[in-house]
């Protein structure tokens, strides 16, 4: 089950590509780790947006390592690099990942335009996020 929040994640002097959705979305990604041997791995997003995602990883990868990630649900798979190597929490590490060539449809939600802010006017009107076929 997908869980929803459209508030989008700003870090502080970093200018963002597109808006990054809070979403956990099931997936599965295999590639090469660190030693380079072979691993798959299920695991969710923590955030998306529509050139990647953030997710926990039991797996150790390096930067610009190539891996394939598989959305469970759609079963379409993408080619990414590992864009961002982040903390470690509970044993898995959080990696940023950029899909290979460009995908817009890959998550099939729409994603808030670039000027969005929870500030706007229909921020605070509620409505329900659907996604896309």
């Not at 997003?45 to 050139?51: E, F, P, V, Y």
Request: glycine share 6%; hydrophobic share 35%; with cysteine.
């Amino acid at each position: 089950m997908s869980q929803v929040s459209q508030t989008p994640i700003h870090t502080a002097g970093t200018r963002r590509r597109s808006q990054r959705v809070l979403m956990q979305v099931s997936i599965r990604i295999r590639g090469k780790d660190a030693q380079g041997k072979d691993f798959e791995e299920m695991t969710e997003t923590l955030a998306i947006n529509a050139h990647g995602a953030l997710v926990l990883l039991n797996a150790r990868v390096i930067s610009g390592a190539v891996i394939r990630m598989k959305h469970n649900k759609t079963e379409e798979e993408q080619e990414c690099h590992v864009a961002f190597l982040g903390p470690v929490r509970g044993g898995k590490a959080e990696i940023g990942v950029e899909f290979s060539s460009p995908s817009p449809n890959f998550w099939r939600v729409a994603f808030p335009p670039e000027d969005w802010s929870p500030k706007s006017p229909e921020a605070r009107t509620p409505t329900k996020l659907r996604l896309q076929k």
